[in-house]
Nanobody, 118 residues
Framework: QVQLVESGGGLVKPGGSLKLSCAASGFTFSRAAMSWYRQASGKERELVARISSAGSSTNYVDSVKGRFTISSDNAKNTVYLQMNSLKPEDSAVYYC???????????WGQGTQVTVSS
């Protein structure tokens, strides 16, 4: 059974930091590209950051470049999103996504809320 469990969300003041985690199980983590998406209220879900299965390549949406860092730990089957210099416009539900190169399937987590407000 595939599971992606996000954690680390919460309420933070502008300029603050949060680190999201996504613990994966039920598929070969080392052979999956992992991504973080977010969906703000009333808006479409957007890709925030993506890391290749080998961890050698990362991509970010322009609005988070220089502030967010995606990383993965194959030993822990976990992907992280370090978010610094948070802005109110970063407020959203953040979702973890896995793209398995073995099965071709895509898996999603349940999401974790991030609220940036003073």
């Amino acid at each position: 059974q595939v599971q992606l469990v996000e954690s680390g969300g919460g309420l933070v003041k502008p300029g603050g930091s949060l680190k999201l985690s996504c613990a994966a199980s039920g598929f070969t983590f080392s052979r999956a590209a992992m991504s973080w998406y977010r969906q703000a209220s009333g808006k479409e879900r957007e890709l925030v950051a993506r890391i290749s299965s080998a961890g050698s390549s990362t991509n970010y949406v322009d609005s988070v470049k220089g502030r967010f860092t995606i990383s993965s730990d194959n030993a822990k089957n976990t992907v992280y999103l370090q978010m610094n210099s948070l802005k109110p416009e970063d407020s959203a539900v953040y979702y973890c996504k896995a793209e398995s190169h073995v099965t071709g399937y895509v898996y999603w987590g349940q999401g974790t809320q991030v609220t940036v407000s003073s």
